[in-house]
């Protein structure tokens, strides 16, 4: 039965492989990213959180199923409470990362995606000083590629799998490690393929 499974298992493998080559996205460049943004209201204490962030993406496929690139964005957070105290954290982030693709059929393709953050900026509580952050992390994401046309295709993110430090001015640091498919955690983007 385990040999059936290997035999199986290496057949569907170099299915996808080979769906994938036909593709013929070697050596070819793509152009995406995502803007986003998100509002939540905590429940009757009148706490508001507000962000807006815009992450493009360049990427070059090195073999018909391998791509290396990387991401500079912007993040905006704003918290606001009951009384006029506001939280507000700018942040700007850097993240290389590769993939590798596994065609599932003629347009749509599963990836995985390890990309390594690293965000700096500032946040600034009113009536304090700016209080200046480091943040940089490890994830594996795992992902969905749709081809809508030969060039155009919708992304999308689901969870990761990864630690993370924060690293404030003159505050120990704190970490964080997400292991799981989180629907909190859902990216969403284009991408052109030229």
């Given at each position: 039965?385990?040999?059936?499974?290997?035999v199986?298992?290496?057949?569907?493998?170099?299915?996808f492989?080979?769906?994938?080559?036909?593709?013929?996205?070697?050596g070819?460049w793509?152009?995406?990213g995502?803007?986003g943004?998100d509002h939540?209201k905590?429940?009757?204490t009148?706490?508001k959180?507000?962000?807006?962030?815009?992450t493009?993406?360049?990427g070059?496929?090195?073999?018909p199923t391998i791509?290396?690139g990387?991401?500079?964005?912007?993040?905006?957070g704003q918290?606001?409470g009951?009384?006029?105290a506001?939280?507000?954290?700018n942040?700007f982030?850097?993240?290389?990362?590769?993939r590798?693709?596994?065609g599932l059929?003629?347009?749509?393709?599963?990836?995985g995606?390890l990309?390594v953050?690293?965000?700096?900026?500032?946040?600034?509580?009113?009536g304090?000083?700016?209080?200046?952050?480091?943040d940089?992390?490890?994830n594996?994401?795992?992902?969905?590629?749709v081809f809508?046309?030969p060039?155009?295709?919708v992304?999308?993110?689901?969870?990761r799998f990864g630690?993370?430090?924060?690293?404030p001015?003159?505050?120990?640091h704190?970490?964080?490690s997400?292991f799981g498919i989180?629907?909190?955690d859902v990216n969403?983007?284009?991408?052109?393929?030229?």
């Amino acid at each position: 039965m385990k040999k059936l499974f290997l035999v199986g298992a290496l057949a569907l493998g170099s299915l996808f492989a080979s769906a994938q080559e036909k593709a013929g996205f070697d050596g070819r460049w793509f152009l995406g990213g995502a803007i986003g943004y998100d509002h939540d209201k905590i429940g009757a204490t009148d706490v508001k959180n507000d962000n807006f962030r815009v992450t493009p993406l360049i990427g070059y496929f090195i073999t018909p199923t391998i791509a290396v690139g990387g991401q500079i964005g912007y993040e905006y957070g704003q918290t606001k409470g009951a009384s006029s105290a506001k939280v507000k954290e700018n942040t700007f982030i850097i993240q290389p990362l590769a993939r590798k693709y596994w065609g599932l059929g003629e347009k749509l393709y599963f990836f995985g995606q390890l990309d390594v953050p690293i965000k700096f900026g500032d946040t600034k509580v009113t009536g304090a000083s700016k209080t200046n952050f480091v943040d940089w992390g490890v994830n594996f994401r795992p992902g969905l590629d749709v081809f809508l046309t030969p060039n155009w295709s919708v992304e999308t993110t689901i969870g990761r799998f990864g630690y993370g430090t924060h690293n404030p001015d003159g505050v120990k640091h704190d970490d964080d490690s997400a292991f799981g498919i989180n629907l909190n955690d859902v990216n969403l983007g284009v991408k052109y393929v030229f």
